[in-house]
């Protein structure tokens, strides 16, 4: 069974840049997952912030942006701010009307 | 505004079921794909089901597959989740949202199902 993996954990440092990854335990991810990464504080629902790989969900800033780095899918947010700190979540389409959840990576701005 | 409600959680014991509701607004409902996503306490989202826009195609997760029925309403503009066999593995915040692009582009508030003794 194919896992997505993020990083359990990262920090940033207040106005710094930091990108978190999304890939498959087995593979590469490519545009073809149709990767799409979610913000989640405590106590609230999911917020989407990317889909399609690099398209911004409406209201989202232009800080964060979204690729593909090598075999995975990345999140990169820029000028990072206290309020960024939050969950964040990707998922990937894996086809045959299936999808598939990373287990999230929590970010501290510190 | 595009609004999405849930509703339906509670408390049930292990074996029992029950039929999760969300009642959808401020856009085209029957032209909309939709996924249920859970999140067990302290633990990540996960996809569970979906359906697509006519109610004739659905998909699930391995671990709910057989026990769980999706299924919608258009005329309602209602999405359900029919869970029976309830696991304690069950438990969770259970999300609808609208699909688009290939992702959940908008959320519910979530509704709590707890599966206890």
């Known amino acids: 069974q194919t896992v997505v993996t993020q990083e359990p954990s990262f920090s940033v440092s207040p106005g710094g840049t930091v990108t978190l990854t999304c890939g498959l335990s087995?593979?590469?991810?490519?545009?073809?997952?149709?990767p799409s990464w979610y913000q989640q504080t405590p106590g609230q629902a999911p917020r989407t912030l990317i889909y399609?790989?690099?398209t911004r969900s409406s209201g989202v800033l232009d800080r964060f942006s979204g690729s593909i780095l090598g075999n995975k899918a990345a999140l990169t947010i820029t000028g990072a701010q206290a309020d960024d700190e939050s969950d964040y979540y990707c998922a990937l389409f894996m086809g045959s009307g299936i999808w598939v959840f990373g287990g999230g990576t929590k970010l501290t701005v510190l | 505004e595009l609004q999405l409600v849930e509703s339906g959680g509670g408390l049930v014991q292990p074996g029992g079921s029950l039929r999760l509701s969300c009642a959808a607004s401020?856009?085209?409902?029957?032209?909309?794909?939709m996924h249920w996503v859970r999140q067990a306490p302290g633990k990540g989202l996960v996809w569970v089901s979906n359906i697509n826009s006519d109610g004739s195609s659905a998909n699930y997760a391995d671990s709910v597959k057989g026990r769980f029925t999706i299924s919608r309403d258009n005329a309602k503009r209602t999405l359900y989740l029919q869970m029976n066999s309830l696991r304690a593995e069950d438990t969770a915040v259970y999300y609808c949202a609208r699909v688009d692009g290939h992702a959940c582009q908008q959320w519910g508030q979530g509704t709590l199902v707890t599966v206890s003794s």
């Open positions: 401020g856009f085209t409902f029957s032209n909309s794909w």
């Open positions: 399609n790989t690099n």
């Open positions: 087995s593979g590469s991810v490519s545009t073809s997952y149709y």
